[in-house]
């Protein structure tokens, strides 16, 4: 069930305008803050080149009433300019939005030919604040994940790590309760509204989740174990994060048994581990991700699963093993580079993304990142480009 309550605006007018109230009369109660990024892309296909442009605001709220009582927003606006948006037509709009959240709380203020004018409110809750309890009611994103790459903890908001321009990620509408038990231990307890989405057998899918996580402290270890049940499917799923000698290692695991087995939605056991470690300049991360589900052999047409945004917490690769290596170099204070790829092993497929980051001046940034899909070539049997994305990205933080 999706629906846009009228009454939407009028809150947000409210507390906007309560908050540059607070902000004059009580600084220290109300904030707000955000970014302005312009992103030019080339979107080189086997058969095409599609250039688009996008001028990406947000707005981050903060409102602390009492002491007790925090109130958090944030409204994400999008001018999407370019061939792809064209190309899509009213697809498109289904392109860029996620199927975490209950309420639809997004609104397409223009859509004619090239141009597409999207906003969305995707943060907006109050945080009780009461000795050892945290009460958490509304649009907000429930991180349950440890690893860099992959997930399989973050049962309630999985996210793409090919969504680079969404930093905050996707949240959930959602009822959360976290009680500290202990100075390194706590009991986190959340339950997301349902809403329904197509599955990959065609059927209709509830995306209600709810479920528990614990958390606590071992041997110079965290460890945490979840317990629930997310889009019609039992969840059981553990996690830890600690140092391996001078290098972080990390990991999580999630076993998923749908209520209904079928042949494209059997029992799946996911996990990954990862190793992150820095010498000096040079920082690089190892991670490797399992899925039982995933076929032995699926060849290239698996990539163009990679970056969908109906990616799952149960399906974060569609392939059994997957790998990934990066390397990032601060070649000088203000510029970074690096390298990362992600190898499927026993199928022609890669993934490869070079990226620079120069930081221009104080609050401003200027990145080149490079995602390439390459695949298999029946004809030949080797190697060749399915995709190469070029992004050219300037944000200005305030």
Not at 80 to 89: A, D, N, P, Q, S
Not at 313 to 338: I, R
């Amino acid at each position: 069930m999706r629906f846009v309550p009228s009454y939407i605006w009028c809150i947000l007018c409210v507390f906007l305008m309560g908050s540059i109230y607070a902000q004059e009369k009580r600084p220290k109660k109300a904030f707000v803050n955000g970014y302005i990024k312009e992103m030019i892309t080339f979107n080189d296909l086997r058969d095409s080149t599609l250039v688009d442009n996008l001028i990406h605001n947000r707005l981050n709220f903060r409102w602390y009433p009492t002491d007790n009582l925090r109130v958090y927003g944030a409204l994400r606006t999008r001018l999407f300019i370019g061939e792809t948006t064209k190309l899509l037509g009213d697809d498109f709009v289904d392109f860029i939005e996620y199927d975490t959240y209950f309420f639809d709380l997004s609104w397409t203020i223009y859509n004619e030919g090239s141009f597409m004018l999207h906003t969305m409110i995707d943060r907006l809750y109050l945080e009780w604040l009461h000795n050892d309890i945290t009460l958490k009611v509304g649009r907000q994103r429930i991180n349950w994940g440890i690893n860099t790459v992959w997930n399989p903890n973050d049962i309630f908001n999985a996210y793409s790590y090919f969504d680079f321009d969404y930093e905050e990620r996707p949240g959930t509408d959602a009822i959360r309760l976290e009680y500290y038990t202990g100075i390194n231990s706590s009991l986190d307890i959340a339950v997301s509204l349902p809403g329904e989405t197509i599955g990959l057998d065609g059927r209709e899918i509830n995306t209600l989740s709810a479920a528990l996580m614990y958390k606590t402290n071992r041997w110079n270890y965290d460890f945490q174990f979840l317990a629930g049940y997310s889009r019609e499917n039992w969840v059981l799923g553990a996690g830890w994060a600690g140092n391996l000698g001078s290098a972080s290692l990390k990991g999580e695991m999630s076993y998923f048994m749908p209520v209904e087995e079928t042949e494209l939605d059997p029992n799946a056991f996911v996990g990954t581990i990862s190793i992150e470690h820095s010498i000096k300049k040079l920082n690089y991360n190892f991670s490797y991700l399992f899925n039982s589900a995933g076929p032995n052999k699926l060849g290239a047409e698996g990539l163009l699963l990679l970056n969908s945004r109906a990616l799952t917490a149960k399906n974060l690769s569609p392939y059994k093993h997957s790998g990934f290596v990066q390397a990032g170099y601060q070649f000088h204070p203000l510029v970074n580079g690096g390298l990362g790829v992600m190898l499927f092993p026993g199928n022609k497929a890669i993934f490869f993304s070079p990226f620079v980051t120069w930081n221009v001046f104080q609050d401003f940034d200027l990145d080149f990142i490079v995602q390439g899909f390459y695949g298999e070539d029946f004809a030949s049997g080797s190697l060749r480009a399915l995709s190469v994305s070029y992004f050219l990205r300037g944000k200005w933080s305030f």
